[in-house]
């Protein structure tokens, strides 16, 4: 069973920066990993992935310009930083892994971590 473990969430001004790390285990070995995010009553948000091999990655445009995805995959870990940060970026943050299909679209993520919560201060 494939394992994810957020960290980094917490209260942040608006301006201000945060980041989020995401530890995968070896089930995970080889696949895509993606941030998702999530407000009540909403539906969850996909914000960002990367490859395996980190040379390709995805942000929405949401996110784009402000936020930042990588990986250390000798550390099985993987970041999101979050800059610029603004009061609707509040939200619970998923980190989730699949191991095929395209990185770069919303469907088809299989694993999941239990979230982190990011609120946003004005």
């Known amino acids: 069973q494939a394992h994810l473990a957020e960290s980094g969430g917490g209260l942040a001004p608006a301006g201000g920066s945060l980041r989020l790390s995401c530890k995968a285990s070896?089930?995970?070995?080889?696949?895509?990993h993606g941030w998702f995010r999530q407000t009540p009553g909403q539906e969850r948000e996909m914000i960002a992935a990367?490859?395996?091999?980190?040379?390709?990655?995805y942000l929405s445009d949401s996110v784009k310009g402000r936020f930042s995805i990588s990986r250390s995959n000798a550390k099985d870990t993987v970041y999101l930083q979050m800059d610029s940060l603004k009061p609707d970026d509040t939200a619970v943050y998923y980190c989730?892994?699949?191991?095929?299909?395209?990185?770069?679209?919303?469907?088809?993520?299989?694993?999941w971590g239990q979230g982190t919560q990011v609120t946003v201060s004005s």
């Open positions: 990367i490859t395996w091999s980190g040379s390709n990655t």
């Open positions: 989730a892994a699949k191991l095929g299909g395209q990185f770069e679209t919303p469907s088809g993520w299989t694993y």
């Open positions: 070896a089930r995970t070995y080889g696949a895509y």
